[in-house]
């Protein structure tokens, strides 16, 4: 008996070397082999003689060499390759008959009559429960693809093993004890490839509705539009650098003034003498120092976070045209950014909108630290006058000439 199998094996393994076309990726020697190891594997615990034993071997062996002659219908043609081999080798008609028959038994669809039919049917699907199903079900899919030009996407691909693995059964206990378990997880795992692939295929349709939504809703700005922000925007900014014209020119003379202070009268209040001129000083002395201020605060800049998120573009509350919004940020971001305002028409003339209404909340900020600055300087020239007449008045003394233009 052994002589026969071990026979078998090396008749098999160069027929199907020398015969078997490259393009059956699955259907090859190495599937052989497999099924003919899971064969081996049932044997060691079932209670077959060794006479089915030995059929059912070699019916395992030459399952699928019909490959080599055709894909459809080549059960028969294996049945026929096995029984020049057996005849060869002088086996009984019957041995033959029953081996053919175990073959035939691997046909799609077929019910097995017994016991060593069930078996070969189990071998031969054994790799639904492998951990390398998965592996396994991609050559079947490229097989397809070469020898019979059958092209299956991946979602139909998912869907035809779950289909076939939930149909399927092991014909022997022996079989679903080892093996229902395993397959129980390679569908489990299958139906999740398919909810991924559904969700990723939603996502893809959602993505190219928003695309066709964006192009159809952007259309070319009005050129009426354009010209309203573009002048808009150039008269903020001609305000703005006009407000810090006049905070710099407010801040040079107070500091001109100041210097002149501090030279001039300061240095004269050592003497007691000259101690009627002290609050006068202090009283000019501090409305230009307020006056500085004022200046100062009227062209400080404010700090931003200059930094954005996605949900924030996602949610249109982010300017991207005002630079402290994204001077923290990386280009690749502020790219992405900028492409998604760009391809929203209602985004795009929002941020201009904003960036208008928030420079116009600067302006408003800068004009009003400058009113008061201004208000602040004309009141202080005019109080310190009067301080200084006063108490030269009281003093009794008369106001140098020399003194107050210097002032």
């Known amino acids: 008996m052994e002589n026969l199998i071990i026979a078998a094996e090396k008749y098999v393994i160069s027929y199907l070397n020398d015969n078997l076309d490259a393009s059956f990726v699955y259907h090859n020697l190495a599937h052989t082999q497999r099924v003919v190891g899971k064969v081996k594997e049932l044997l060691e615990e079932s209670p077959l003689n060794e006479t089915e034993k030995e059929q059912l071997l070699i019916a395992a062996w030459f399952h699928d060499v019909g490959f080599t002659k055709t894909i459809e219908g080549h059960e028969q043609e294996s049945v026929k390759i096995a029984t020049a081999f057996l005849k060869s080798k002088h086996v009984s008609d019957a041995n033959i008959d029953t081996i053919s028959s175990i073959i035939l038994a691997t046909q799609m669809g077929y019910e097995p009559k017994n016991k060593l039919e069930g078996y070969i049917r189990d071998a031969d699907c054994a790799h639904l429960s492998s951990k390398k199903y998965s592996d396994y079900a991609a050559l079947l899919r490229k097989e397809w693809e070469l020898t019979l030009g059958k092209k299956v996407t991946k979602s139909e691909w998912v869907q035809e093993n779950i289909t076939f693995l939930t149909k399927h059964t092991f014909y022997t206990d022996l079989a679903s004890k080892k093996w229902e378990k395993r397959k129980g997880k390679n569908l489990a795992n299958l139906l999740q490839d398919q909810n991924k692939i559904k969700t990723t295929t939603e996502k893809l349709k959602q993505k190219k509705a928003e695309l066709k939504f964006k192009k159809e809703k952007l259309d070319l700005p009005d050129r009426g539009i354009e010209t309203m922000f573009r002048v808009a925007l150039r008269n903020h900014i001609t305000l703005s650098d006009i407000a810090d014209t006049k905070a710099n020119i407010l801040l040079s003379v107070n500091a001109i003034i100041i210097s002149l202070v501090l030279s001039n009268l300061v240095s004269k209040l050592d003497n007691p003498t000259n101690d009627y001129l002290i609050w006068p000083t202090f009283i000019f002395a ?122």
């Open 286 to 407: 501090l409305f230009t120092v307020v006056s500085i201020v004022l200046s100062v605060l009227a062209t400080r800049p404010n700090v931003t976070s200059g930094k954005f998120t996605k949900e924030d573009v996602a949610n249109k509350k982010v300017n991207l045209l005002f630079f402290g919004n994204f001077h923290k940020m990386k280009l690749n971001e502020f790219e992405w950014a900028m492409q998604e305002m760009m391809q929203d028409k209602e985004y795009l003339y929002g941020s201009l909108t904003k960036d208008l209404y928030f420079l116009g909340l600067v302006l408003n900020r800068k004009y009003k630290i400058l009113r008061l600055t201004y208000t602040v300087f004309a009141i202080g020239i005019i109080v310190s006058v009067i301080a200084f007449a006063v108490a030269f008045e009281v003093s009794g003394i008369k106001p140098p000439i020399a003194v107050l233009p210097s002032i």
